[in-house]
């Protein structure tokens, strides 16, 4: 799909990354670039990564840092706003408990995916699922599965709430965004959002709970979405 213009009008922005502004291969599209650059109403990236990997997103892309984090864990509203609303410390017994249980998180030694999380645990998803339930229950805490990890997180946040937050913060309402993702953890989002797409890729919940569709997979289905429902 060539790389669509986006209209005067476009409606502020809520968009996913891993499965909806990259391929297959987890990479970012870079016909995705150009659209976000150019979009002419706040974007914020919702992802279940830790902040800096969609804070390092925006400041490469050069647009504001409006971010939710961590499924809600961590958003950013610019410069001067960061707010923390999951619980580390449960988090952070249960990645404890796990590993006493005899199960790893999969990530290696390095473990870049939880180096620097603050509210989550995010497990590989080649690792038991339901132990990590288990031990998750016991904390207060639910298991949500992106399609790329187990995130272990508060029932309390999600990227619903944390767009609450972002658009408070811009004198904006959340039912003024379009939500654009492909997983069950942006069902919240679509729910709080004015008008909600999921790309073709997208996993059974997340298909059921869009407003609208996508014929084509992954940033394809992104570029499509911009075609198609960018307008007020």
């Known amino acids: 799909m060539d790389t669509p213009s986006v209209p005067d009008d476009a409606p502020p922005l809520a968009v996913d990354i891993d499965g909806t502004l990259t391929n297959d291969q987890r990479a970012l599209d870079p016909r995705v670039i150009p659209v976000l650059r150019a979009w002419p109403t706040p974007i914020v990236i919702a992802t279940g990564k830790s902040m800096p990997y969609p804070v390092a997103l925006c400041e490469f892309l050069g647009i504001e840092q409006l971010v939710i984090a961590e499924n809600g864990g ?88 944390g767009l609450n937050v972002v658009a408070a913060e811009l004198n904006l309402n959340s039912g003024d965004f379009l939500a654009i993702g492909d997983s069950e953890n942006d069902v919240p989002t679509f729910e709080v959002a004015g008008r909600s797409v999921a790309v073709a890729n997208a996993d059974d919940r997340a298909l059921a709970a869009a407003d609208h569709v996508t014929d084509a997979r992954f940033a394809d289905g992104f570029l499509e979405a911009v075609e198609r429902f960018a307008v007020p």
């Not at 180096?115 to 645990?121: A, I, K, Q, Y």
């Open 74 to 161: 961590v958003v950013v509203a610019g410069r001067d706003t960061v707010r923390i609303e999951g619980d580390r410390e449960a988090a952070n017994a249960v990645a404890a408990a796990y590993r006493d249980a005899g199960y790893g998180l999969g990530w290696g030694e390095a473990d870049l995916v939880n180096r620097w999380r603050e509210t989550e645990l995010a497990v590989a998803r080649e690792m038991p699922l339901a132990p990590l339930q288990e031990i998750a229950d016991e904390y207060g805490l639910v298991v949500v599965d992106t399609g790329y990890a187990y995130h272990v997180k508060s029932p309390m946040v999600d990227k619903g709430t």
